[in-house]
């Protein structure tokens, strides 16, 4: 429960944040954002068949097979986020097509280009976590989880919000890179904490 909340304080920050900017910045956080989630948890939700496996392996003892369903997980997770982030790259005539106010869109379109930079990494961490899920493993997933807000949140309060963070790219740069860190913890995490050989 914790990972869970500690994910969606990523969009909550961001709407508190366009908030105390202006009302078409959080019209644009707020729109990017609905895109944002339904995508990710379509591809997200193919990937978690990993958990069944996973578990259903390491209950017959059979741990030799789970690096194949991980290997299998983690090609899946590429190329469900590089097929999420191309689908986060061509919302723009879709904002069109359902007549969304420009300013708004202009700003939706941006914040889902580079959130979608990040997208391939995060699917990679889903795999692993629905790896560690499926181990018994739960205590990583939580800690890696807080990772990605912790370093969004610590250093938005370091940037200087009207310059950087609001006024380019900051704001998108740092929701990348807060996605990419969830992967590298989670892989140390399998291999120091995971006593059953994982092939």
């Known amino acids: 429960m914790g990972a869970q909340l500690a994910q969606m304080g990523m969009g909550v920050t961001d709407t508190i944040m366009a908030g105390q900017y202006s009302a078409i910045d959080l019209a644009g956080v707020a729109l990017g954002s609905s895109v944002l989630w339904p995508v990710m948890l ?7 068949a990993v958990t069944p496996t996973v578990s259903q392996l390491n209950g017959a003892k059979r741990y ?3 690096g194949e369903v991980i290997r299998q997980g983690l090609w899946m997770a590429l190329f469900g986020g590089l097929a999420a982030a191309l ?3 061509l919302i723009g005539p879709i904002y069109e097509l359902l ?3 420009a300013s708004s869109a202009k700003i939706s379109i941006a914040y889902l280009k580079m959130c979608s930079m990040g997208i391939p990494a995060l699917m990679c961490f889903f795999a692993l976590r629905f790896l560690a899920d499926g181990m018994g493993y ?3 997933r939580a800690d890696n989880s807080c990772c990605g807000p912790a370093i969004k949140n610590s250093a938005q309060l370091r940037l200087n919000l009207r310059r950087l963070w609001l006024a380019g790219d900051g704001r998108r740069w740092l929701r990348c890179r807060a996605s990419h860190h969830h992967v590298a913890p989670t892989r ?10 994982i092939q």
């Open 188 to 197: 140390v995490g399998h291999l120091c904490g995971n006593p059953a050989p």
């Open 87 to 89: 689908m986060l790259n």
């Open 138 to 140: 739960t205590r990583p």
């Open 64 to 66: 030799l097979e789970i």
């Open 42 to 48: 379509l591809f997200m939700g193919c990937i978690q």
């Open 99 to 101: 007549d969304v106010e």
